[in-house]
């Protein structure tokens, strides 16, 4: 029962303990322990993150289908408005077209009028002077009639 | 054992040959072998089951034996916490744990049969072996002083030399009483260090003087009709001591915890705290 040599054994053996113990079992523990709280307040904040994140997706989703609406309505305007340019376009280079035909068509049709007139008109003061010919050839002089003749032709 | 009667002299010898270290040497250089293998295989125990915790570790989901450990590192955790505050230390909290662990399962072997251990022993051949570290005053005084000497180191590193001579001069009286003081502190920093040891020493030391007596009861009795009173007597106060001194071993540990945390926290405090 008496303080012995042991007492100093005792001392060494147990600040040998005290070091064996934080090498073996109080570091590794409470650094696991450590790295533990971390992983959980990582997660934590991870995930608040997340909602975070989605919260905007979500508004941003919204924005994305809204503009993509306008841009739609914006192009159906603006495709509507060409469609009603070309067609009114497309009419009226049809309707200058025909009316340039047409009026190609009367001046030609005007033109051979005229010509068929005239080609007539000779035709018809030869046919004249043949018949009257014929029938002076039996009853009249041809310096008699030739006034009346004349006047035929002019009238032609 | 039971070549001795159950005589007063028997008595007194079954009792100090209980009380007697196995040991080499003589007066101060006596080495005793049996409080420092026990300690020893102890302290084995604890670094082995730390090494095993250690490398199994789930940072996940623990379970089982980790579990067990983190709620005891826990507790540590939260004493020296509420002790030091942001003062930290990182020497306190190791050293706290090991004495919890330590002293608790030195006491331990108090609660295992008293004739059990040297029963075992004596038949291959050791005569003496007092199986409980802590029933001896060189274990717990070993410790206790240890911690002085980080008491006192702390304080001077905390404080400064001047400072820590300061606290001798000038309290707990103030700068009028100063040889008074300086008995006073003396006094109260002395009863630190040997209160510390001798309270663990004591109850240890008293639990298991009472379990040799109630070993006494029928030792050495022969098979008589008094033994069927004295036989149940025995089985029934050495269970209830027994449960009795699994809370004393506890609470013995954990104020030894306590204590040393509470004067190294002190050590800690500065002048302008107080």
Redesign the interface.
């Known amino acids: ?11 060494i ?6 070091w ?3 090498r ?7 650094s ?2 450590e ?2 709280r971390q ?1 959980i307040a990582d997660g934590l904040s991870a995930s608040e993150r997340g909602k975070h994140e989605l919260k905007l997706a979500e508004e941003r989703a919204v924005q994305v289908i809204k503009e993509a609406k306008e841009r739609a309505t914006e192009l159906l305007a603006q495709a509507n408005g060409r469609s009603t340019e070309i067609l009114d376009e497309a009419r009226n280079n049809a309707k200058a077209e025909s009316e340039r035909v047409i009026a190609g068509a009367q001046a030609e049709i005007g033109r051979e009028v005229e010509r068929a007139k005239q080609e007539l008109s000779k035709q018809v003061s030869v046919l004249a002077v043949i018949g009257a010919e014929r029938i002076l050839k039996r009853e009249v002089d041809a310096k008699v009639h030739e006034a009346s003749i004349a006047d035929l032709v002019a009238r032609i | 054992m039971s070549a001795v009667e159950n005589t007063g002299g028997g008595t007194v010898e079954y009792i100090q040959h209980h009380l007697t270290n196995w040991s080499v040497g003589q007066g101060f250089w006596t080495l005793n072998l049996d409080t420092i293998l026990v300690s020893l295989m102890l302290g084995a125990l604890i670094v082995f089951a730390g090494m095993r915790v250690g490398r199994n570790l789930e940072v996940g989901a623990p379970s089982g034996f980790q579990n067990f450990v983190e709620m005891v590192l826990e507790f540590v955790d939260t004493q020296v916490k509420d002790s030091f505050g942001k003062r930290d230390n990182a020497l306190i909290a190791p050293l706290a744990l090991t004495v919890l662990v330590w002293v608790w399962l030195m006491n331990f072997m108090d609660l295992i049969p008293v004739d059990l251990i040297p029963a075992a022993l004596h038949m291959i051949g050791l005569h003496e072996f007092k199986a409980v570290p802590t029933t001896d005053l060189n274990t717990t005084m070993a410790m206790a002083l240890f911690v002085f000497v980080l008491t006192v180191y702390y304080n001077i590193k905390v404080k400064g030399l001047v400072g820590y001579i300061k606290m001798f001069l000038f309290h707990p009286f103030g700068k009028f009483l100063v040889p008074v003081n300086m008995v006073m502190t003396a006094i109260e920093e002395l009863a630190k260090p040997i209160s510390l040891g001798l309270r663990l020493f004591g109850n240890m030391f008293a639990g298991e003087l009472v379990f040799l007596l109630i070993a006494l009861l029928t030792l050495g009795a022969t098979i008589s009709a008094s033994l069927l009173i004295w036989f149940p007597l025995q089985v029934v106060l050495d269970v209830a001591w027994l449960i009795f001194h699994i809370l004393v071993i506890t609470l013995q540990a954990f104020i030894f915890m306590v204590l040393t945390i509470v004067y190294l926290g002190m050590a800690h405090i500065t002048e302008d705290e107080h």
Request: net charge positive; proline share 3%.
């Open positions: 029962m008496n303080i012995t040599v042991t007492l100093f054994a005792q001392m053996a147990f600040i040998a303990m005290i064996l113990v934080n073996f079992l109080w570091a590794p523990l409470s696991m322990m790295a533990r992983r």
